[in-house]
């Protein structure tokens, strides 16, 4: 195996005996606004706020410019905690600390690059020319992997940043001077909303084919796991939804190729966002900071099942990944504003972010993880079910059967709208 290892700002990190022991698993988190986040960080139980035990690496492209995030781009390896001067965090946070407990033999590294706004066709793809309109969004896919990128850049696709340090490349080269072996795990991707208001919605399916494909064979890595959030039909004008009416089969078209990708390939899965609260009433395309909480539960357990269906020695049971803590702190997560209600397929939400959400119930917006409910009206049409904690895919969650793709046909885009009365908001 490839070695690399770590570079330790100086009374930063700590490494036990038992973690140097086995290769650092890397996680690669990538996506738009709802990947970056917008959860309140100092909301956030006191053993989330900072966990000095999982290395977090983090880079949003506003550094470029200097924007609202430029103070959340990391400069080394640091704990896993809220970035920037407004502590914000998506699904990160639960997300480390349900897999650090999933396994406990291995230390746990996480690399984001997330940027809001930005789509597939003109900012993620290997090897694109930079956007004119939005440089600083420009070619994000050699951000995230750098000399990783097999891509050539040259003449009306020369790189835009050529000198700006980029993510995983760098990550591994800082783990490398102390002799880490390190396991690339897995791709996160919470990304979709953009194309879901124009006409690249139509072929997402195939630009996201691209993409995995892209990352899997740079990384080299060719069965990769991919965990997909598939975007939220908070997005639905009947739901409040900010996209306009007129565009629902875009929202639809979206939503049923995130869910197609999954099913067409093993080792990708995909989990629910429609129980997730927006994080105001005008603001549907976000979630509020219990669904961030609940979206890191959702992406572990899926992750967690892709790795016991390959084989994949190490992981604990699901239920023991969130029984270590941040399940026990979720008691304290009630400034978050909605109400996290466990269900009977969840035991990693009754102990990890759903347990943090399960008490967080002060403003009465419900998010429900575990049951088959959980995928409820919209997952079942996509053939996912009820995975665990809201995965929708039987990889992920292991019930209900696979649908194949010819299965998600038209009737299924329609299905997949999930209708609900515009009062639901949170604030």
């Known amino acids: 195996m490839k070695r690399y290892c ?9 490494v036990s005996a038992s973690a140097m022991a086995q290769p650092v698993k890397v996680f690669v988190l990538a996506g738009q606004s709802n990947m970056v986040g917008f959860g309140v960080g100092d909301e956030l139980p006191a053993a989330l706020q900072s966990q000095r035990d999982i290395w977090y690496d983090h880079f949003n492209p506003d550094a470029r410019q200097g924007g609202m995030y430029a103070a959340a781009t990391s400069a080394d390896w640091g704990p896993l905690e809220p970035k920037g001067e407004a502590r914000r965090y998506g699904p990160e946070i639960t997300f480390g600390h349900a897999i650090a407990a999933a396994y406990p033999e ?39 992997l750098g000399k990783l990128d097999s891509a050539t850049y040259e003449g009306d696709r020369a790189l835009q940043y050529p000198d700006e340090p980029t993510r995983l490349d760098s ?20 990304q979709g909303e953009n194309e879901a208001g124009w006409s690249a919605a139509f072929n997402y399916g195939n630009t996201l ?33 900010p996209i306009a009416a007129g565009k629902e089969a875009n929202i639809d078209a979206v939503r049923a190729a995130q869910v197609t990708v999954a099913d067409e390939d093993p080792r990708v899965a995909w989990v629910d966002t429609d129980d997730f609260a ?14 961030y909480q609940v979206l890191g539960q ?34 304290a997560a009630g400034s978050t ?64 059967p696979r ?16 209708r609900r009365p515009r009062g639901r908001q949170a604030g």
């Not at 490398?176 to 072996?181: F, K």
């Not at 994080?279 to 900071?289: K, L």
């Not at 084989?311 to 049971?317: K, L």
């Open 6 to 14: 770590i570079a330790l700002a100086a009374g930063v990190l700590s």
């Open 106 to 144: 291995h230390r746990i590294a996480i690399v984001k690059v997330a940027q809001g706004g930005t789509n597939l066709v003109d900012h993620w793809g290997r090897g694109l020319a930079p956007d004119s309109e939005s440089l600083y969004k420009s070619q994000l896919y050699h951000a995230l």
């Open 171 to 190: 990550a591994l080269a800082r783990l490398e001077a102390e002799g880490h072996d390190v396991e690339i795990a897995a791709l996160l991707w919470m």
């Open 209 to 241: 084919r691209a993409f995995i494909a892209a990352v899997r064979a740079d990384v080299g890595v060719p069965d990769l796991p991919v965990v997909i959030g598939r975007i939220s039909d908070n997005l639905y004008p009947a739901n409040g939804g």
């Open 278 to 291: 927006p994080r105001a009433p005008d603001d549907a395309y976000h979630f509020d900071s219990a669904g």
């Open 298 to 331: 959702r992406f572990a357990d899926a992750y967690i099942a892709l790795a016991r269906d390959a084989g994949s020695p190490g992981a604990t049971s699901a239920s023991s990944a969130g029984s270590a803590g941040a399940g026990g702190e979720g008691a």
């Open 337 to 400: 504003g909605s109400s996290g209600a466990t269900g009977a397929a969840g035991s990693a939400g009754s102990a990890g972010a759903g347990g943090e959400g399960a008490a967080a119930g002060s403003s009465g917006s419900t998010a429900a993880t575990g049951s088959a409910g959980s995928a409820g009206s919209s997952g079942a049409a996509a053939g996912g079910g009820g995975g665990a904690s809201g995965c929708g895919c039987g990889a992920a969650g292991g019930e209900g």
């Open 403 to 418: 649908t194949t793709a010819a299965a998600l046909g038209l009737a299924a885009l329609v299905g997949l709208r999930r």
